[in-house]
T-cell receptor, first 122, second 118 residues
């Protein structure tokens, strides 16, 4: 089974409207972290927002918020008031707590989803 | 220079060539990563270095050879590549999970090297 699933290959939104990008994950770890990255056409991956598995509140960073539903294993990204510059590829990623065993071999391993291309129309 | 830099930004090479990709981070991090991003596939982790020691090799073919001389620099040496190795190669760095603990160690990415193998 895939660890991170992004079911929307592409999404379209009108400028100034909100959009939700879906992400579901699969893990048996109790401790894990979920990340969203933005990748513009230039190629650089830009960190947007982080949600820890023990965080009780949904993470927010400016226009970005993460709709974290732990029981459903979903971590959807909500972008409010979309801007033309938001057009990019968006990746959901997960780091599992088991990656940090003493003497472990998977320090810092992030598993990425396949991404969603967001297009913002004027 | 700030953040994570990668050179070259674009590289075209033949299957018999030997080339190297360079990554440098100016963030004081101790963990560095190589990822491969092929078209229509998720990012694939290739290698992880933690305090200059390789801690992850994700079944990467030996024609890719990483080198981490210090915590600020990471190289990926390429030789006898195949056309299917054409991809965007991304370098990232983070605080070392082994010292800072927890699962929150944001990875900062470089702009990538777009590699084309002819």
């Amino acid at each position: 089974a895939q660890k991170i699933t992004q079911t929307q290959p592409g999404m379209f939104v009108q400028e100034k409207e909100a959009v939700t990008l879906d992400c579901t994950y699969d893990t048996s770890d109790q401790s894990y972290g979920l990340f969203w990255y933005k990748q513009p056409s230039s190629g650089e991956m830009i960190f947007l927002i982080y949600q820890g598995s023990y965080d009780e509140q949904n993470a927010t960073e400016g226009r970005y918020s993460l709709n974290f539903q732990k029981a459903r294993k979903s971590a959807n990204l909500v972008i409010s008031a979309s801007q033309l510059g938001d057009s990019a590829m968006y990746f959901c990623a997960m780091r599992e707590g088991g990656s940090f065993n003493a003497g472990g071999t998977s320090y810092g391993k992030l598993t990425f989803g396949q991404g969603t291309i967001l297009t913002v129309h004027p | 220079e700030t953040g994570v830099t990668q050179t070259p930004r674009h590289l075209v090479m033949g299957m018999t060539n030997k080339k190297s990709l360079k990554c440098e981070q100016h963030l004081g991090h101790n963990a560095m990563y190589w990822y491969k991003q092929s078209a229509k596939k998720p990012l694939e982790l290739m290698f992880v270095y933690n305090f200059k020691e390789q801690t992850e090799n994700n079944s990467v073919p030996s024609r890719f050879s990483p080198e981490c001389p210090n915590s600020s620099h990471l190289f990926l040496h390429l030789h006898t590549l195949q056309p299917e190795d054409s991809a965007l190669y991304l370098c990232a760095s983070s605080a070392s999970p082994s010292t800072s603990g927890g699962v929150y160690n944001e990875q900062f990415f470089g702009p990538g090297t777009r590699l084309t193998v002819l």
